[in-house]
């Protein structure tokens, strides 16, 4: 697996010890792109931990007495919520024997110093705004926009605090497009690279 070229992650550079933990695999995406049906997916069929960011996120937004999307304004100019995030994801990625989910995962694997096989799920506007709106309601249109100006905020957050774009491909060892693809065989994929580069 090639290095994973970045900046400083969680105000620390690459870790130069190696643990040695198991699987890990990080799986990142757009949103819509399919990423937490297939993490599930892939962490019961290797019986690892699913490790949702998102989950972590709106944990400290309760703890803080916000709403979820007040607490991404807030992240948006507090940098020390990205980086409390940063610190929880770092330190299970060394347990090993997971499955990390989440934009960042793949550089927080790295900044622990965790080997791991690195996963993006990418899929087309259209695609991800439909399946968005069918999960959540409200129309295609409303989530396009919607997704558009959260990837936006979200893009530009990522460059200011780490110097990263999580959407270049080279950052990862598999890329896949889930449009017509099922959940389950995209699980199936990344189950068999995971045990084929053991």
Do not use: W
């Not at 690459?14 to 997916?41: C, D, F, H, M, W």
């Not at 980086?83 to 990625?93: E, F, N, V, Y």
């Not at 995962?105 to 110093?113: D, I, V, Y």
């Not at 295609?140 to 990837?151: M, T, V």
């Amino acid at each position: 697996m090639g290095p994973v070229r970045y900046r400083a992650i969680g105000g620390c550079r690459t870790a130069e010890r190696r643990y040695n933990t198991g699987v890990l695999i990080t799986i990142s995406g757009l949103p819509g792109s399919g990423k937490t049906t297939v993490a599930q997916l892939v962490a019961r069929t290797l019986d690892l931990e699913h490790v949702y960011a998102g989950d972590i996120f709106r944990k400290q937004a309760e703890v803080q007495g916000l709403t979820l999307e007040e607490y991404q304004r807030r992240a948006e100019t507090d940098h020390s919520i990205d980086r409390a995030l940063d610190d929880q994801m770092r330190s299970r990625a060394k347990r090993g024997n997971a499955v990390l989910e989440g934009r960042l995962a793949a550089f927080m694997a790295e900044a622990a110093g965790v080997k791991a096989l690195r996963v993006f799920l990418d899929a087309s506007e259209a695609v991800r705004a439909e399946r968005i709106a069918g999960r959540e309601g409200g129309g295609k249109g409303e989530r396009l926009r919607e997704i558009q100006a959260r990837e936006a905020s979200d893009a530009r957050r990522y460059r200011e605090i780490y110097g990263v774009d999580y959407h270049d491909p080279t950052h990862y060892d598999l890329v896949l497009h889930s449009d017509g693809r099922s959940p389950a065989d995209l699980a199936a994929e990344i189950v068999e690279h995971a045990r084929r580069t053991r």
